[in-house]
């Protein structure tokens, strides 16, 4: 009896002890794989002596060293700043000549690059490490899924409000804000065919156009389409990122009003009506009073009136103002 015991517990735990081997071991192999689809490396020999790449750097491709350091020598970091994106094989000709360039040798050699815009504290677009073996590694988004992005096709249901590329965090993505019927959506579609949607609503800011998520978040995020079209990110700190790679904008039309409203409205009597604030969180049953420089009055069924800012009101709500003012300067030139 106790011969048995022994025996099916040796069993189970060598078949534990199999099992956590073979789990060791797919993770070790798993570690340095990475799918090329989505972050291209290409690995060369440490000897770059002889090295050479058949690749030229092409003439209108510029390039400055942001920042430079060196561990005696152990080794040597360089950030660059990129014109554009380029392709692996100029990326390891560049790598090349930046190496080779200074005459002392290291043990490794780690080169960023950085595209236009992005700040030298985030993360890079692409590496070049000699460690010693040189990795070209593209982080973001390479030149090809870049233009296959641009090419989708684009869903006729939707009105685009804008499309923007996005390189940020090393995670690069197309971006789209998108009307459909009454509702506005912003989309992610990353390089690997990954996508996620979320519904915005459309406020007003003086510094742009501000579009807030309707299920907030404890940090507050929101985006913003600045007057140059592009595309900016913030949170309850402030604007911490801008997309300058603008693949579409839509600005809204604008109505020319020769005759200004008046800068006091007193409305006529107006019939009771559920305005709305742009999160559609805050509701009041009101009518209309008055427009006084950028305020709205409302009146509340007991008498007590309410004063709001019209970019707090829904864009109905500033609509059905809009209306009303026009029809008091039509009847009273």
């Given at each position: ?245 603008i693949v579409e904008y839509n600005p809204p039309r604008i109505e ?78």
């Amino acid at each position: 009896m106790n011969s048995k015991v022994f025996n099916s517990r040796n069993l189970r735990s060598l078949f534990v002890f199999a099992w956590l081997v073979v789990a060791i071991v797919v993770f070790i192999a798993g570690c340095d794989a990475t799918d090329p689809s989505i972050n291209p490396t290409v690995e060369l020999p440490s000897d770059t002596t002889s090295l050479h790449s058949t690749a030229k750097i092409p003439d209108d491709l510029t390039y400055t060293i942001v920042d430079h350091g060196t561990l005696h020598r152990i080794k040597r970091s360089i950030q660059v700043r990129l014109s554009r994106k380029v392709s692996e094989e100029v990326l390891t000709a560049l790598a090349l000549k930046l190496k080779n360039a200074d005459p002392v040798t290291y043990e490794r050699t780690f080169i960023g690059y950085h595209l236009p815009g992005m700040p030298t504290d985030d993360v890079y677009w692409a590496t070049t490490h000699f460690n010693p073996i040189l990795k070209v590694r593209i982080l973001g988004l390479t030149v090809e899924q870049e233009e296959a992005l641009r090419k989708l096709p684009v869903d006729s249901t939707r009105k685009i409000i804008g499309s923007w590329i996005n390189e940020r965090l090393g995670s690069g993505s197309k971006v789209t804000i998108f009307q459909k019927g009454p509702r506005i959506f912003i989309e992610h579609i990353y390089g690997d065919g990954s996508s996620g949607i979320k519904e915005v609503v459309e406020t007003r800011s003086q510094n742009g156009r501000r579009f807030d998520f309707t299920k907030k978040n404890d940090f507050g995020d929101y985006y913003l389409i600045n007057s140059r079209g592009e595309l900016q990110q913030g949170d309850q700190d402030g604007l911490f990122w801008t997309m300058t790679t603008i693949v579409e904008y839509n600005p809204p039309r604008i109505e020319i009003i020769k005759s200004p409203i008046p800068a006091n409205v007193d409305f006529d009597p107006q019939p009771r009506r559920t305005f709305t604030d742009v999160s559609g969180e805050f509701k009041i049953e009101a009518t209309l009073v008055r427009f006084v420089d950028k305020t709205v009055t409302l009146q509340t069924d007991d008498g007590n009136e309410v004063n709001l800012a019209i970019d707090q009101l829904s864009m109905d709500d500033r609509n059905y103002i809009r209306g009303e003012a026009k029809k008091i300067r039509e009847t009273n030139p």
